[in-house]
């Protein structure tokens, strides 16, 4: 699966979703493969929801995205189009280690 990160420096999610321009994309199997960098229309300028389609269909491919925040309207408009969103902070690789834990589990 892959799993999209908020992230300013390709290395720790440490961007609120509304503010993320670039997302480091990971395929999550029993280890985390980069992929590659999207860079994206950041939608909290004006919350609207247009900008934020446009964002997920950049992101249509990542089952779930990682963020340092989200606020509570834009959660719920983005598990809403069927995303999961986690809120972390830390080193992608290791977050992504946590997340496929997690699903793993919960896929049991």
């Keep these: 699966m892959r799993i999209g990160f908020a992230s300013t420096d390709g290395i720790s999610v440490n961007e609120h979703f509304g503010h ?3 997302w480091e994309i990971y395929e ?5 493969e ?3 960098t999207r860079m994206v229309r950041a939608g909290c300028s004006c919350h609207d ?3 934020f389609d446009e ?8 089952s779930a995205l990682v963020v ?5 309207g834009a959660a719920a408009y983005v598990t809403g189009k069927g995303k999961r969103v986690f809120e972390a902070a830390g080193y992608i ?6 997340l496929y ?3 793993a589990e919960e896929n049991n």
């Design 93 to 98: 690789e290791q977050l992504a280690e946590i």
């Design 34 to 36: 980069f992929v590659e």
């Design 28 to 32: 999550l199997n029993k280890e985390a």
């Design 49 to 51: 929801p247009g900008v």
């Design 101 to 103: 834990e997690k699903l």
């Design 20 to 22: 993320a321009k670039y």
């Design 55 to 62: 964002m997920l269909s950049l992101l249509s491919d990542c």
């Design 68 to 72: 340092s925040r989200i606020g509570e």
